[in-house]
């Protein structure tokens, strides 16, 4: 089993709709749990970082961690043209860095 | 506000050339870190250090040289390009090995023919 997998779709929605992304992982020792939006061309930029499990809220964007069932999400309400990107999920712990593959985000106007 | 500037963006290299991708932030991290980034593969880190004159590798370190004279520069050395190489790459900073506020650069596309 990967360390983390997630899907790297892609994924197309009509704008306004709900993005829902999601990553799953096997190391027990990740404790920080990070969404990277990238843009074509350009470098991945931190989007959230969550601690614990639970949900966390910025703007149109929620992050949401089950430590239990080494599961986290992203979910992008009201989604716009310009959230059009890949999404890399990543998380942190025992000093150890690993990142999803990314998961490409199209939302049609 | 630069953050983390790589140069150069777009680079074509001939099978066996040498070249050095360069990276410098201006937010006085300590960890600075490669990567690069292929079509499936996601990101995979090729060499890290933990700060000035601590270096070490990666996932995918075959190929490639690092050195960590300042705090700010950490480059990157292809000593004999190979088309394998082709990619794009990434640097990386953060305040802290730990840290959670990774940087990245705007990346370096490398093309070996």
């Known amino acids: 089993q990967k360390e983390v997998e997630q899907d790297p779709g892609p994924l197309s929605v009509p704008e306004g709709a709900i993005v829902s992304l999601n990553c799953t992982y096997s190391n027990s020792a990740f404790q920080y749990f990070m969404w990277y939006r990238q843009y074509s061309r350009k470098g991945p930029e931190l989007l959230m970082y969550t601690y614990s499990s639970g949900n966390k809220e910025d703007g149109r964007f929620t992050a949401q961690v089950d430590k239990s069932s080494k599961y986290i999400s992203l979910f992008i309400r009201d989604s716009q043209p310009s959230d059009s990107a890949t999404y890399l999920c990543?998380?942190?712990?025992?000093?150890?860095?690993?990142f999803g593959k990314g998961n490409q985000v199209v939302v049609i106007p | 506000n630069a953050g983390v500037t790589q140069t150069p963006k777009f680079q074509v290299l001939k099978t066996g050339q040498s070249m050095t991708l360069q990276c410098a932030q201006d937010?006085?991290?300590?960890?600075m870190s490669w990567y690069r980034q292929d079509p499936g593969m996601g990101l995979r880190l090729i060499h890290y250090s933990v700060g000035a004159g601590i270096t070490d590798q990666g996932e995918v370190p075959n190929g490639y040289n690092v050195s960590r004279s300042t705090t700010e520069d950490f480059p990157l050395r292809l000593l004999s390009a190979a088309p394998s190489q082709t990619s794009v790459y990434f640097c990386a900073s953060s305040p802290s090995a730990g840290g959670n506020t990774i940087y990245f650069g705007e990346g370096s596309w490398l093309t070996v023919v």
């Open positions: 937010m006085n991290h300590e960890y």
């Open positions: 990543a998380m942190r712990g025992n000093n150890r860095l690993a």
